[in-house]
């Protein structure tokens, strides 16, 4: 498995070696020891899977507290995948980092505890899943807008989204208090 660096220090890009002929494919999508020494030392506690259509976005979203890692790829389709540093006092704080993931290259994004994630679909149906390092916790679920103008992010698909209500009211970035935000 290739691992590559992104922009975000901690946010790793994993590129699966794809054994593929007539009769499909196969790869290796978890392999303790490669985590390990790539840096990856937390278990993994819960896989959620989830399935969307084209322009729905979910996110940008983070627990705190239970700051939960993901180790996240898509199993049918194709997203665009962001993970954002919100750890108060980073020198890297309020930037993102964005990733095709699809059912092609079969990448998956390491988005390590204290980054908000979100993705939004651009196949016609994506499934995707994710690999946490945390519970989820509804108590402790938070989020701040898609389209924060202080992060801008560069979504690939930016009219006919289709949020969650949740999502739609989230607040920006900067008005989140930073009691609330983890630390670096």
């Given at each position: 498995?290739?691992?590559?660096?992104?922009?975000?220090?901690?946010?790793?890009?994993?590129k699966?070696?794809?054994?593929?002929?007539?009769r499909?494919?196969?790869?290796?999508?978890?392999?303790?020891?490669?985590?390990?020494?790539?840096?990856?030392?937390?278990?993994?506690?819960?896989?959620?899977?989830?399935?969307?259509?084209?322009?729905?976005?979910?996110?940008?979203?983070?627990?705190?507290?239970?700051?939960?890692?993901?180790?996240?790829?898509?199993?049918?389709?194709?997203?665009?995948?962001?993970?954002?540093?919100?750890?108060?006092?980073?020198?890297?704080?309020?930037?993102?980092?964005?990733?095709v993931?699809?059912?092609?290259?079969?990448?998956?994004?390491?988005?390590?505890?204290?980054?908000?994630?979100?993705?939004?679909?651009?196949?016609?149906?994506?499934?995707?899943?994710y690999?946490?390092?945390?519970?989820?916790?509804?108590?402790?679920?938070?989020?701040?807008?898609?389209?924060?103008?202080?992060?801008?992010?560069?979504?690939?698909?930016?009219?006919?989204?289709?949020?969650?209500?949740?999502?739609?009211?989230?607040?920006?970035?900067?008005?989140?208090?930073?009691?609330?935000?983890?630390?670096?």
């Amino acid at each position: 498995m290739d691992i590559k660096e992104t922009t975000l220090d901690g946010v790793l890009l994993f590129k699966p070696k794809v054994f593929g002929d007539t009769r499909g494919f196969f790869l290796e999508t978890y392999r303790e020891s490669v985590l390990k020494d790539a840096g990856i030392t937390l278990p993994f506690v819960q896989d959620n899977h989830s399935r969307s259509r084209r322009g729905i976005l979910r996110g940008v979203h983070f627990q705190n507290p239970g700051l939960m890692g993901k180790l996240v790829r898509v199993t049918r389709g194709k997203v665009f995948d962001v993970a954002v540093d919100i750890r108060y006092g980073s020198p890297s704080f309020g930037q993102w980092t964005g990733h095709v993931l699809d059912d092609i290259d079969h990448c998956q994004l390491w988005v390590p505890p204290g980054f908000a994630h979100g993705f939004v679909v651009l196949s016609d149906d994506a499934d995707f899943v994710y690999k946490c390092t945390e519970y989820y916790m509804p108590e402790n679920d938070a989020g701040f807008r898609w389209d924060d103008p202080d992060v801008d992010i560069d979504w690939p698909l930016k009219e006919g989204l289709l949020l969650s209500e949740k999502d739609k009211k989230a607040p920006l970035l900067k008005d989140i208090p930073k009691e609330k935000l983890p630390v670096y």
